[in-house]
């Protein structure tokens, strides 16, 4: 059974530009969670997915945006990049939304900004 | 103030010895717990989850939640290399999760 699937495993961007990060969940999983994952604030949630709508959103500015398709794949788009935003992404996949029994997490995209 | 707190560690250990892994929280509105391990390089992966206090065990890992303390443990027996690794406790309330910033574990062989 295939994992969750994240590409590209890493990225290098310049400030100022733009990216989109995609997510593949595991087979029959509905929900997707998007995380930040920084050494100082460890993991900070993004927003979840779940049947192509938005369900729940952290507090981050409007550049870092998603969204879900009809196959359950997810991307993620940050505008306008700042430095502060280098970290691990994190896409996490559930069968049903905020489960209660957590996620399966893929191995994330490394943003480096610079 | 968080609301999960976690020790980051680091912590090192000999080989074979027992591991205690902590963290606390403020809001009693949290009910299902959980712990994550994350290598380098990788994501967390679901090690255990619970939901009422007491112990639950898998294995030579042990999960313990007192929900009057408002207190969750992680304990690893006769510890090994590969238990090296970045562990994460994580607390669900509602419908969002809440994690700590993890411990950074070391078993020296």
């Known amino acids: 059974k295939a994992g969750v699937t994240q ?77 502060g935003d280098s970290a691990l992404y994190l896409c996490a996949s559930s069968l049903d939304t905020a489960s209660n029994y957590g ?12 | 103030q968080k609301e999960v707190e976690q020790d980051p560690g680091p912590l090192s250990v000999p080989e074979g010895a027992i591991v205690s892994l902590n963290c606390t929280y403020s809001n009693s509105a949290f009910q299902y717990f959980m712990w994550y391990r994350q290598y380098s ?19 030579r890992f042990t999960a313990q939640v007192d929900k009057s303390s408002k207190y969750i443990s992680l304990f690893i027996r006769d510890s090994q290399p590969s238990d090296s690794a970045t562990y994460l406790c994580a607390m669900k309330r509602g419908t969002e999760f809440y994690f700590g910033t993890g411990t950074s574990l070391t078993v020296i062989p």
């Open chain 1, 7 to 83: 590409t590209p495993r890493y990225l290098i961007k310049t400030r100022g530009q733009q990216v989109t990060l995609s997510c593949s969940p595991i087979s029959g999983h509905r929900s997707v969670s998007w995380y930040q994952q920084t050494p100082g604030q460890g993991l900070q949630f993004l927003f979840e997915y779940f049947s192509e709508t938005q369900r729940n959103k952290g507090n981050f500015p409007g550049r870092f945006s998603g969204r879900q398709f009809s196959n359950s794949r997810s991307e993620m788009n940050v505008s306008t990049l700042e430095l």
């Open chain 1, 103 to 114: 996620y399966t997490f893929g191995s994330g995209t490394r943003l480096t900004v610079v």
């Open chain 2, 41 to 59: 390089r990788k994501g967390p992966e679901l090690l255990m989850y619970t939901y009422s206090s007491g112990n639950k065990e898998d294995g």
